[in-house]
């Protein structure tokens, strides 16, 4: 994985109680026991044992386990690639599980399993098939995703434009459209809008108030903030 790249495994027991959030990164669950339901912007799903969902950056979820309780493989990650897996069941769903199963098995030992658990982010994605294309081309001036994310965090007073992303990354604004869609499996500004509307999230989940935050993010107005929230 890049350089840039940040990734946490973790194992995660959830109860009936009921939980909602919305995070920066993508998050991986495979269930291992028992049925997670988890509905994503608005969209209804159970987890169940060998069962799979990625939820995307800034999507919020409000999820709860269903009996007794239920566990998941959990993978926090930047890596832009999970954008395609996010639109397509694992190709090989046997084969996901049974990985789940080692690391999960590998996460009680992580001492001695210490090599497993370092390449196990790149494994599930492996695992999950991704297009070739999703890979990096070396040849290409690489762009961080990460700073540029940090650079429109500072400036949603500004009407920024791909052109104005295009300029930092050194790209044409065609070649930074083409490499957005490629690297982050969506166009440059609904990435822009996404990033938005994650600080905007962000900052509600750390009680500024719709007005604040509307003012903060570059909102035309707090019930502009709203809608967007809401839809």
Known sequence: MPASTTHTLSLRDYGTSRGSHAHDHFQVLIGLDGVLDIEVEGRGAGIGVGEAQVVA????HDF???????????????????ARCAERAPADVPQLHALARYL????????????ALQHGPALLLEAWSPLPSSLPDTRRRRIDWQALA????????????VSDLADIACLSPSQFAQRCREEQ???????LRGLRLAHARELRLDGVGVAETARRTGYRSPSALTAALRR
């Open 150 to 161: 940090a650079w429109a965090r500072t400036r949603w007073h500004e009407p920024l434009a």
């Open 104 to 115: 999960a098995h590998c996460m009680k030992q992580p001492q001695q399993s210490a090599l």
């Open 57 to 60: 950056p800034g999507d919020r």
């Open 185 to 191: 499996g969506m166009s440059a500004m609904h990435w």
């Open 64 to 82: 709860a386990a269903r009996g007794p309780g239920s566990v998941c493989l959990v993978l926090d990650t930047t890596h832009a690639a999970w």
